[in-house]
């Protein structure tokens, strides 16, 4: 083998073992930083039902709210679970008898992108439906300000309590896990293309 083989042998191995790292790498950090951001909404609202005995506040929601959030929900647990692989796909690549072809790792990456997406649209839909339903309440009341003791008059359904911006806080904790794992996702797509044609051909 000549030396110029060898110099772009060695600069093929070097793509190959960067992205495998890559996958390592960022699959870890992805995974911690979406379990953390996705543990502190729950941390907090067991603090609210231990101190308040319910998770739910007296105002009544929009139905689909609550469905898109727990969609919300399974799609975020969902890329943690795929971030979760994504060492062990990092480990895969590394090892030349057992690296998948290009079109593999692409569908994989191209999955997590999909998941992170959707929920970032959730996130921003429910976040629209929550805050549009709080202004109404807002506005609905007098200009004047905001009573700080709720009177029965305006009924319970109607009061803005503090669980509702613990729900809203839940929602931006969710959207920066998505986000997070948006942004990651595509790295790891840019790094993948880089190194095309260092994977084995499809049968």
Do not use: C
Not at 58 to 74: K, Q
Not at 140 to 155: E, R, S, V, Y
Request: aromatic fraction near 10%; proline fraction near 4%.
């Amino acid at each position: 083998m000549s030396l110029l083989q060898q110099f772009v042998e060695g600069l093929h191995v070097a793509k190959i073992e960067g992205l495998a790292k890559t996958f390592t790498r960022l699959g870890r950090i992805g995974f911690w930083l979406q379990v953390v951001l996705g543990s502190v909404p729950l941390v907090v609202m067991f603090y609210v039902f231990v101190f308040s005995g319910s998770i739910s506040g007296p105002r009544s929601g929009l139905p689909i709210v609550g469905l898109l959030s727990l969609a919300n929900m399974l799609v975020l647990l969902f890329t943690i679970v795929w971030f979760y692989r994504y060492p062990g796909l990092g480990r895969r690549i590394a090892d030349p008898q057992t690296r998948p072809t290009e079109s593999t790792v692409l569908a994989t990456v191209w999955t997590g992108l999909v998941a992170s997406s959707l929920g970032i649209l959730f996130s921003m839909v429910v976040m629209l439906l929550e805050v549009g339903q709080l202004l109404f309440y807002f506005l609905a009341a007098p200009q004047a300000g905001i009573a700080t003791i709720q009177t029965a008059g305006g009924g319970a359904s109607s009061w803005v309590s503090a669980v509702d911006l613990v729900s809203l806080l839940a929602l931006v904790q969710m959207l920066a896990a998505e986000v997070i794992a948006l942004v990651l996702g595509l790295w790891l797509m840019f790094r993948t293309t880089q190194a095309a044609g260092q994977f084995p051909k499809a049968a």
